[in-house]
């Protein structure tokens, strides 16, 4: 277990829906990345956040939006859904966010755009 | 362009026999180097990293890492391979700069026969 949580674990949807992914990093983390894994194109990262700041940006379509709360838990708000945006979406923390860090990842939710 | 490569996709061994997983990186700089594992419905899990020092890094599980700068490499190894080791490897680079994230090269299924 990373101590990294994420809610719900798998997600069912239509095409043209929006949903929104929680992920809660582990105590003490201050930054939260997002991935998507896909058979396409990988894993790829989508955005990282720290301390309430986006930190930096990846692959992440402008359909898609991610914030970082106050308690540092982090939503990833995805938008106008299209079957190619089924992929398992992670979420990872680190302490600090610089590049030597480790990351620990979440279980990951499934979503299933159909 | 920069990126991490895994030249093989599927990789299958016998209980017991010795396991080298490659991965070669395309930066101009030596990138920090991660191996993670991902087994079936879990998140990644780190193995190990090198940012610097001794090449040869020793991980969890048992696997270590060796770095060669003039091979751009960064295999993973294990002396004597588990069942419980089949999963999915993948190596990861953070850019040297001021990148953070990671970038995940597509991954080694490793199948381990009894």
């Known amino acids: 277990d990373s101590g990294v949580t994420q809610t719900p674990k798998h997600l069912i949807t239509a095409t043209g829906q929006r949903v929104t992914l929680r992920c809660s990093p582990r105590?003490?983390?201050?930054?939260v990345y997002w991935y998507q894994q896909s058979l396409d194109q990988g894993l790829q990262f989508l955005i990282q956040y720290y301390n309430g700041e986006e930190r930096a940006k990846g692959n992440i379509l402008e359909r898609f939006s991610a914030q970082q709360f106050p308690d540092l838990h982090s939503e990833l708000n995805l938008s106008s859904l299209e079957l190619g945006d089924s992929a398992l979406y992670f979420c990872?923390?680190?302490?600090?966010?610089?590049?030597?860090?480790?990351?620990?990842f979440g279980p990951g939710t499934r979503l299933t755009v159909l | 362009a920069q990126s991490v490569t895994q030249p093989d996709i599927h990789i299958t061994v016998s209980e017991g026999a010795s396991l080298e997983l490659r991965c070669n990186y395309s930066?101009?700089?030596?990138?920090?180097l991660f191996w993670y594992v991902q087994s079936p419905g879990q998140g990644l899990q780190l193995l190990l990293k090198y940012f610097s020092g001794d090449t040869l890094v020793q991980g969890i599980k048992g696997f270590e890492a060796e770095f060669k700068r003039s091979q751009s490499s960064f295999n993973l190894r294990k002396p004597s391979v588990h069942w419980s080791d089949a999963a999915e490897y993948f190596c990861?680079?953070?850019?040297?700069?001021?990148?953070?994230?990671?970038?995940f090269g597509s991954g080694t299924q490793l199948t381990v026969l009894p």
């Open positions: 990872a923390s680190s302490i600090s966010g610089s590049g030597t860090d480790t990351q620990y």
């Open positions: 930066y101009g700089a030596t990138p920090y």
């Open positions: 105590s003490g983390d201050l930054s």
């Open positions: 990861a680079v953070v850019a040297p700069g001021s990148a953070r994230q990671l970038t």
